[in-house]
């Protein structure tokens, strides 16, 4: 018979008031959280390596008795505790740099394990040396933390390694078999995966490496599985929602695609049924369109505001920036010149009595269509009848922002749009609970990019070829880190670069500067010469990063290309080759670290967005990726979303059959309280 787990953690064996605190300052609270503190590490102590037999570029763990103690300074500011063990055998130094409060916990004759890799230097000079090894006080006779693959934990201070792994132990003897179990027993059966009580244990203290296997594929899968059921239930909790239903409008869309000056192409015209389909349906949509930079995404958020406008409602369009918000009301303005709504901008610039009106004309009805930045949805903004909400390039604003958008009470369509593709398996959780629309085709006609990785040296070389295209009739844009010069950063600016190109090496050219302190009626007027071309070379920072579109720049020079982010590599480089012109990347760059190397190389090789994202992905871990730390998800402990493909793609099948069944939460009862539990706590 299963018991109710206590509550509180201080009933577990060995752990009182002292150890209660330090535990919530890992955030234990409970038996559960306990039971759920996975090992960060393992360290086989199976067999333990003798010193004398041990060799360069093995990792091991000896178990030694302290001979001698010594602490040097050779200089101000560098203290070495060098202490030696002996297992018999030979003798083993463990060597701690900085660090000399280590010295009272090695008192002469006293036994330790230590675990880490030989040095190679002082091996040459014919010494056993490990440094800063994972040490930890070894016990007369038998006990847990020996003759066994043990458990390392993430400690705080005051926490030794082997006191949580006996607390730990002791709350797996007791409570272990308590634990409920959440997984359907069909599907433990199906998959033949072990029991919770049975992985739990296995993931604090395997057996052996097959016994680890089992008890992560169940504990992730379980994790994974969750996580599904938690989007599903939000996706079909939508669908319950009352949308707005727009009926077929296709008389204005054909109208509007036949003045357009090219046709759509097939994987446009796709996404936009898809769309189309969703917005006539009494659910509000919900839904991600994901197209690589340049793959046309605009016209068909276009399409999607028309639409909602020609049924009488009124369209959002929300931009990152407010560049792109200008650009895409200049943009918009005149695809939808002729259709007779009007379009208005509302920005954090927009000036007092101006926004005033603006609002006026939204809370009236008069304005059709309002684009801005991220003020649209402030307080104080009082649509009369949203319809559609389209969000630019998403990842800009994490997926926060997503959910504050929710609570707005009307249930008009959603529209996300995303340059950052990501990974099908990664979509199915982090945007689990949108529909996938994917642009996975360019328009004709471009030709790729060329991409070329230089340092300094062939500055004046790319200057020249610059020269011949601006001759050409093209235009550049040259990007740099930094807006002016700075005392602590190594890295060039925008401003020096402008001042060095108008002095001396383009004197006879235009040449325009922008940046995030420009005021906001400069930018306008310096992007409307760029636009039309009376700015040949526009010199920037990364404001101009997502979404600028003037087919006829064909040159982008990125300063310190080392210094950026590979998405935002990529989001730059998307700036040219957006017309019919070859185009050409130059990265100008030094970067000192192997991840720089990587990220520069990954860039000359593929401008395939989801290559890169993968990339970008793989080295920059998923919280960074998605700007925000993954607000809205739960944290993962055991799964690893980017590695996990097979386990995600199950985990969402098998959680689709159980939100399908009807009733789902009281035949499933305890699942579905989980999942609630779950959901107040993201
Ligand atoms: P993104 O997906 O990066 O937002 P845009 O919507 O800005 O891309 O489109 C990039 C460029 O391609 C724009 O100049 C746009 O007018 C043009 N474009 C979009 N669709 C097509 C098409 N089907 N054929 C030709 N050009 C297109
Ligand atoms: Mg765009």
New binding site residues.
């Given amino acids: 018979m299963k018991k109710e787990l206590p509550k509180s953690v201080q009933f577990v064996k060995g752990v009182g008031p002292r150890y209660a605190s330090l535990l919530e300052k890992i955030n234990i609270y409970t038996v559960e959280d306990l039971l759920y503190y996975f090992p960060r590490d393992y360290q086989d102590r199976r067999k333990l390596a003798r010193i004398k037999y041990l060799n360069i570029g093995e990792l091991v763990t000896v178990e030694g008795e302290v001979l001698k103690v010594s602490e040097e300074k050779p200089r101000p500011g560098l203290s070495i505790l060098k202490v030696t063990f002996t297992d018999g055998t030979d003798v083993l130094n463990g060597v701690w740099f900085n660090q000399p409060y280590l010295k009272k916990q090695f008192k002469k004759g006293e036994r330790f394990f230590l675990s880490g890799e030989l040095n190679e230097k002082s091996w040459r000079y014919g010494k056993k040396e490990i440094y800063n090894p994972v040490y930890e006080q070894a016990d007369e006779g038998e006990s847990i933390h020996t003759g066994r693959i043990v458990p390392i934990y993430s400690l705080t201070s005051g926490m030794t390694q082997k006191r949580l792994r006996q607390i730990i132990y002791n709350a797996l003897e007791e409570y272990s078999c308590h634990m409920p179990d959440l997984l359907p027993e069909k599907l433990k059966k199906e998959y033949g995966l072990p029991d919770i009580a049975e992985s739990i244990r296995g993931l604090h203290f395997p057996e052996g490496r097959k016994d680890y296997i089992r008890a992560r594929v169940r504990l992730a899968f379980e994790e994974l599985f969750l996580l599904q059921l938690m989007v599903l239930k939000r996706k079909k909790g939508n669908l319950e929602k009352a949308g707005i239903i727009h009926r077929n409008s296709s008389e204005v869309i054909e109208k509007f695609l036949a003045g357009l000056p090219f046709r759509l192409t097939g994987a446009q015209y796709r996404v936009w049924k898809e769309i189309e389909r969703d917005m006539e349906k009494p659910v509000p949509m919900q839904r991600l369109l994901q197209g690589d ?1 340049g793959s046309g ?2 016209i068909i ?1 276009t399409l999607a505001l028309l639409k909602t406008m020609a049924n009488g409602y009124q369209g959002i369009l929300m931009a990152p920036t407010e560049i ?1 918000a200008e650009q ?1 009301y200049l943009k918009l303005s005149k695809l939808l010149q002729d259709t007779g709504f009007r379009i208005d901008l509302l920005i954090g610039s927009t000036g007092t009595a101006e926004r005033k009106k603006i609002l006026d004309g939204i809370a009236e009805n008069r304005t059709n269509l309002i684009i801005g930045t991220h003020t649209l949805f402030q307080e104080g903004i009082d649509y009369y009848k949203p319809g559609l909400v389209v969000i ?2 998403q990842h800009r604003f994490g997926v926060e922002q997503r959910f504050r958008l929710k609570e707005k009470g009307e249930n008009p369509d959603l529209l996300v ?1 995303t ?1 950052t593709p990501i990974p099908r398996t990664l979509a199915l959780t982090v945007y689990g609970d949108l529909d996938l629309s994917v642009i996975d085709e360019l328009p004709p006609g471009r030709s790729p990019i060329i991409t070329i990785w230089k340092n300094e040296e062939a500055r004046m070389e790319i200057y020249r070829f610059t020269r011949e295209k601006i001759a050409e009739g093209r235009q550049a844009y040259i990007v740099a880190p930094l807006i002016e010069p700075s005392e602590e950063v190594r890295a060039i600016s925008a401003l020096e670069i402008f001042e060095e190109l108008t002095e001396s090496i383009f004197q006879d050219l235009r040449i325009g500067l922008l940046h995030g302190r420009v005021s906001a009626d400069e930018k306008n007027q310096i992007m409307e010469e760029f636009r039309t071309g009376k700015i040949d070379i526009l010199v920037s920072t990364t404001v101009i990063e ?2 600028i ?1 003037v087919p006829n720049a064909s040159i982008m020079i990125i300063e310190n290309a080392e210094r950026f982010g590979l998405a935002q590599l990529h989001q730059l480089r998307g700036r040219v080759g957006r017309g019919s012109h070859q185009s050409y990347c130059f990265l100008l760059g030094n970067p000192t670290t192997e991840e720089g190397r990587q990220r520069l190389t990954v860039m000359t090789e593929t401008s395939d967005g989801f290559r890169i994202a993968e990339e970008d992905l793989k080295i920059r871990g998923p919280g960074e990726f998605f700007g925000t730390k993954q607000s809205g998800m739960p944290d993962l402990k055991v799964a690893n979303i980017l590695k996990d493909h097979k386990l995600i793609r199950l985990a969402r099948q098998e959680a689709e059959n159980i939100i399908n069944i009807d009733q789902w939460q009281d035949i499933y009862r305890e699942l579905y309280e989980k999942i609630n539990v779950m959901e107040l706590k993201v």
Avoid: I, P, S, Y
Wanted: proline residues 0%; aromatic residues 0%.
């Fill in positions: 930079v995404k605009t958020a792109l895409h630019d390039e749009m340059a997502v979404g579109d």
